[in-house]
């Protein structure tokens, strides 16, 4: 009965709970990805080409090098702002054309057909047309933007539609001030949209984004530098790029989806005077 | 002067609600609406709050935005505390600290910083009249108030409302001969005229 007590209070963790799983986990995860990387290892070993295949042995080092190199941290954060940029002004274009789509039927009719076409037309498309009208040097901006406005968008705009009219309800009865109603009753609704759809942006805004700057090659940028490691064949330098591409997107990801975690909080503190 | 409804009427479709509905209600008066399912309480109340358009007639003596209304449901913001939820419709910046100590009136003190969607039903139901009791309107609407409450705590809620009411117009809507007589109300029996 004792020992029955202590579970249900939480002083004790049997086997399956979800404190011990995760823990017993990491050494399996650890397994895993050892006998990847080893049989990438071996599987470069045997191919013994550096043109086809790097190994993470040599993968390591091309990495070393590169971080080293003088122009590192200038090509690291040229590309990280473009792309940041790029995203973050479509992130807010698309949250507030939603908001003023909510609030304006007219509007959302209107932006209908241009959101559509946003996400039909395949990309390769924008990169050709953004290459004539902005040029390279911006094209990473442009791009970013416009693959991932259509994808914020059209998720706030389900995620303010997915307010409780209940709610809404409610405070028209007691004449809720407009941002009472805002961050009360519409943000909890259109929180859960706009990360998920944020998550999934954040990832096509750093595909879109190297993949123009591969192409527009602007300078200084990763896209720039993988370009180059593709003409003279230095298949490292390749893969040391495209881990630090991963590694910084992580990054990225990692801080604005922290950032609206916190916007996420109830807020509860805001409402009236004293504690 | 009151409230006075002249011929309300409210159809859905074909379905005729409320017909040509006359009533009187008292400065300081307590009236409890009693009904059958499906009569048209809900549907007056609704009218009288603005979230239902009328038919035909007239309502004067009070508007929407005067008139505080506790909900079938509890309608909170579940990610809140019952301090914050009812400290939400008080205009200003309403001192948490009063609101606390008018809350324990109803609810244990050990609730207050827990959010609502932690409370029990009938605690969430509390709140929802704490709410409707704090917010400075001319008249309280009540849509079964004392549904999921135990005989104990409803004597308590209504004790709570009776003190809170500062002499407004209090309109209840419930099912229960019992209720209506702890409340002291008048009962109003919708469809006999």
Request: glycine share 8%; net charge positive; hydrophobic share 50%.
């Amino acid at each position: 009965m004792e020992l029955e007590k202590m579970k249900k209070i939480g002083k004790i963790h049997t086997i399956g709970s979800p404190l011990l799983r995760s823990s017993a986990q990491w050494p399996k995860k650890i397994g895993i990805v050892l006998i990847w990387l080893a049989a990438w290892e071996l599987t470069d070993r045997l191919v013994h080409n550096r043109i086809i295949l790097v190994g993470p042995v040599h993968l390591v080092t091309a990495l070393v090098d590169q971080v080293g190199k003088d122009d590192f941290w200038a090509i690291s954060s040229a590309s990280f702002l473009r792309i940041a940029i790029g995203f973050l002004l479509s992130f807010a274009s698309g949250f507030l054309l939603a908001m003023g789509a909510y609030r304006f039927a007219l509007l959302k009719e209107f932006l209908e057909p241009a959101m559509v076409a946003l996400k039909t037309v395949p990309m390769i498309s924008f990169v050709i047309m953004l290459l004539i009208w902005v040029g390279n040097q911006a094209l990473t901006v442009y791009l970013s933007f416009l693959i991932v406005l259509p994808i914020i968008y059209t998720n706030t705009l389900a995620g303010f539609r997915n307010a409780d009219r209940e709610m809404l309800e409610m405070a028209a009865v007691y004449r809720l001030a407009a941002w009472k109603r805002f961050l009360y009753i519409y943000r909890p609704a259109f929180m859960p949209f706009l990360m998920s759809s944020s998550r999934v942006s954040l990832g096509m805004s750093w595909k879109s984004g190297i993949m123009a700057e591969v192409i527009g090659t602007p300078k200084p940028s990763i896209g720039r530098e993988m370009y180059a490691a593709k003409s003279y064949l230095q298949t490292a330098n390749l893969f040391a790029w495209t881990v630090i591409v991963i590694v910084l997107s992580i990054v990225f990801e990692k801080a604005f989806m922290l950032l609206l975690t916190k916007l996420n909080k109830p807020l509860g503190s805001r409402i009236g005077r004293g504690k | 002067m009151g409230v006075e409804i002249d011929g309300l009427c409210k159809a859905f479709g074909g379905h005729r609600v409320l017909r040509s509905l006359d009533l009187r209600l008292a400065d300081d008066g307590i009236y409890c609406l009693m009904a059958p399912s499906g009569t048209g309480k809900t549907t007056l109340l609704r009218i009288m709050l603005g979230l239902e358009t009328k038919d035909a007639g007239t309502i004067r003596g009070i508007k929407p935005g005067e008139i505080a209304a506790m909900f079938q449901e509890n309608r909170l913001c579940e990610q809140l505390t019952p301090v914050e939820n009812v400290a939400l419709v008080c205009p200003g910046r309403a001192s948490r600290a009063a609101i606390r100590s008018n809350l324990e009136l109803i609810l244990p003190a050990d609730c207050m910083e827990q959010p609502v969607s932690e409370l029990s039903g009938g605690m969430k139901r509390r709140v929802a009249l704490a709410r409707a009791m704090n917010y400075p309107g001319k008249m309280i609407l009540l849509d079964e108030p004392f549904t999921g409450l135990d005989k104990e705590t409803k004597q308590r809620v209504i004790a709570y409302i009776l003190s809170m009411r500062n002499r407004r117009i209090v309109l209840a809507a419930t099912h229960g001969e019992e209720d209506a007589a702890l409340l002291g109300g008048k009962k109003i029996i919708l469809g006999e005229g």
